[in-house]
């Protein structure tokens, strides 16, 4: 469809305006026990330029379908330029009363 692409910056000129990235969680499988009475509650955190965003908490779930939770960070333009931090997905299981407990992390550079 015509008019839906971003205008073409001229030559020598940067691009402008804010930029994002899309993150899509859809699943995690095989998952340890992590409480020693019940299953495991997970949920994701995700850290990207100095954001974070965290998934609903499935309870009671070794294999949990997040139903494709999708999450947008911004990226200005004065980041751009900068090396990218990676970002940053830890899987932590949910527990009433402390901290969650960290199953497991992956860094996408």
Excluded: N
């Amino acid at each position: 469809l015509k008019g839906l692409d971003p205008p073409e910056p001229e030559a020598g000129q940067e691009a402008a305006g804010p930029r994002r990235v899309q993150v899509t969680i859809s699943s995690v499988k095989h998952l340890p026990k992590m409480d020693t009475f019940g299953t495991c509650d997970p949920f994701c955190q995700m850290d990207f330029a100095a954001q974070q965003h965290k998934t609903s908490v499935k309870k009671g779930s070794y294999d949990a379908t997040f139903e494709e939770e999708t999450f947008l960070f911004d990226v200005l333009m004065e980041d751009a330029a900068a090396p990218p931090s990676p970002l940053t997905i830890t899987v932590l299981d949910w527990d009433i009363g402390s901290a969650p407990d960290e199953i497991g992390t992956v860094s996408v550079p």
